[in-house]
């Protein structure tokens, strides 16, 4: 894909910042209430959060780019033939962190990301409790915006030096994450949950996120965007950068986001 064949304007990127921050105040909306949670099929938590989000993103973005169908983890109905005949589209985690809103610790995000030909050519990760947000791609460098609307460029440390700080998850943490980051010597581990990690990893605060347990499409599309925006990449174990929507299902294979692109990942990973 060149430059030109991209549909991201000026003015599509600032209204998909718009949605996102309206998909927050939805959400903030049911945070400071007492909500239920029900379990979906696969035992993940859902709430009304989730829902206000998942409207408010996908009428937002319906009259944004009529055209572009969205992709969201609350979507129903749609089939694996449907979606893998889109050429672009937009794919939304409308409340990534669920676990930890029910927690109430603050850590999780809106996420929403422009698929083109299956690459994540653009993001925008929004944390509604602080209002600091992330957006950026590849081709568009990336910038962290502050709740009162100051912005500025961001990159990742590259060169990493030691200790290498790494991300270590609230809700998820297995045997291959502890060997992995044994591996990497003297290191400084950050806990964070939902897609904070890539974005602490852009703007500098961690330096790798190794993650072997699952995840889907939605929980790294946006955040992806942003991370190559800052200068890092999403690889699998093989080396590949991620791409979306090539496969009939939106499960991720294993993974590592690095702010420095050196650093000897394979040889921690045992790939």
């Keep these: 894909m ?6 991201l ?35 993940s938590p859902l709430t009304a959060a989730d829902l206000a989000s998942h409207r408010c993103i996908v009428s937002g973005l319906g009259a944004l780019t009529p055209e572009v169908p969205v992709l969201s983890e609350e979507s129903t109905g749609i089939t694996s033939s449907q ?18 809103f029910v927690k109430r610790n603050g850590e999780f995000t809106v996420n929403i990301a422009l698929v083109e030909d299956g690459v994540s050519t653009f993001g925008v990760v929004l944390a509604p409790v602080t209002g600091v947000l992330w957006h950026g791609g590849a081709r568009w460098g990336a910038s962290r915006r502050e709740r009162d609307g100051t912005e500025r460029a961001i990159r990742t440390r590259a060169p990493a030096s030691s200790p290498l700080r790494v991300a270590a998850s609230r809700s ?3 045997e291959r994450t502890e060997r992995f980051i044994s591996r990497m010597g003297e290191v400084e581990p950050v806990g964070l949950g939902s897609s904070l990690k890539f974005c602490a ?7 790798v996120y190794p993650r072997f347990g699952p995840t889907s499409e939605w929980d790294t599309a946006a955040a992806q965007a942003v991370l190559e925006g800052a200068g ?4 699998d174990l093989h080396g590949r950068p991620f791409r979306y929507n090539q496969r009939e299902s939106i499960l991720n294979n294993e993974f590592v986001a690095l702010g420095d692109t050196t650093l000897p990942w394979r040889d921690w990973a045992g790939a």
């Design 9 to 43: 304007t000026p003015d599509i990127r600032d209204g998909a910042i718009e949605i996102a921050q309206a998909a927050a105040a939805a959400i903030l909306e049911v945070y400071g209430s007492d909500f239920d949670v029900v379990r979906k099929d696969d035992t």
């Design 83 to 100: 979606r893998r005949g889109w050429r672009r589209l937009w794919i939304v985690d409308p409340l990534d962190g669920t676990r930890e």
């Design 2 to 7: 060149t430059d030109n064949d991209s549909i």
């Design 172 to 174: 998820h943490r297995d």
């Design 201 to 207: 990893v852009a703007d500098g605060g961690i330096d």
């Design 232 to 235: 890092g990449a999403v690889l």
